[in-house]
């Protein structure tokens, strides 16, 4: 099984900084990566698929990079609404696996 | 529009059985695979079932494997997981995911399953 490691656990920033969060695959996932974010009380929202590619919807202040086993998900300026938990996951094989999250908080 | 409506969940008994559903509508509904997840309360999403849009084949977590079935009915856009031998660690909400490339493009609100006595 793959494991995906996100770091860190807690992010805590400013409204309007930039927001960098990492996904660790303990084996090659090539780009097969994703990147959802979560409010509480909601389902999860497709932020960022073939490590790179934005959801439809998604603002452009979200972008992913990476591939293999490092990647990224930036949040270039911080919004009110952009406070919440992102998971990154891989489809790259079975069993499909999930980072743990990190939690963007208001700093 | 595309929406997952997901319906069954509850309480039930540890070793008991419970049957979820995820009704899809805004979609071609058999042309996608689909995918559970789960998330017990507190915790991250966890990966549970995954079928391929004719239903022929699936693919199981471990820690469900030989416990849950998951299948599906495309003439009623319907999805279902029978969860038997359910084990206190099974509590979480599930929801049902319509997959793209194989990540997840629409989620479902989810269904709470609470397994205790």
């Known amino acids: 099984e793959i494991v995906m490691t996100q770091s860190p656990a807690t992010l805590s920033v400013s409204p309007g900084e930039r927001a960098t969060l990492s996904c660790r695959a303990s084996?090659?996932?090539?780009?097969?990566l994703a990147w959802y974010q979560q409010k509480p009380g909601q389902a999860p929202r497709l932020l960022i698929y073939?490590?790179?590619t934005r959801a439809t919807g998604i603002p452009g202040r979200f972008s992913g990079s990476g591939s293999g086993t490092e990647f990224t998900l930036t949040i270039s300026s911080l919004q009110s609404e952009d406070f919440a938990v992102y998971y990154c996951?891989?489809?790259?094989?079975?069993?499909?696996?999930f980072g743990q999250g990190t939690k963007v908080e208001i700093k | 529009e595309v929406q997952l409506l997901e319906s069954g969940g509850g309480l039930v008994q540890p070793g008991g059985s419970l049957r979820l559903s995820c009704a899809a509508s805004g979609f071609t509904f058999s042309s996608y695979d689909m995918t559970w997840v789960r998330q017990a309360p507190g915790k991250g999403l966890v990966w549970v079932s995954t079928?391929?849009?004719?239903?022929?084949?699936?693919y199981y977590a471990d820690s469900v494997k030989g416990r849950f079935t998951f299948s599906r009915d495309n003439s009623k856009n319907t999805l279902y997981l029978q969860m038997n031998s359910l084990r206190a660690e099974d509590t979480a909400i599930y929801y049902c995911?319509?997959?793209?490339?194989?990540?997840?493009?629409?989620w479902g609100q989810g269904t709470l399953v609470t397994v205790s006595s």
């Open positions: 073939g490590a790179s």
């Open positions: 079928i391929s849009s004719t239903g022929v084949r699936t």
């Open positions: 995911a319509k997959m793209k490339y194989g990540d997840l493009d629409y």
């Open positions: 996951h891989q489809y790259n094989n079975w069993p499909q696996t």
């Open positions: 084996q090659s996932v090539s780009s097969n």
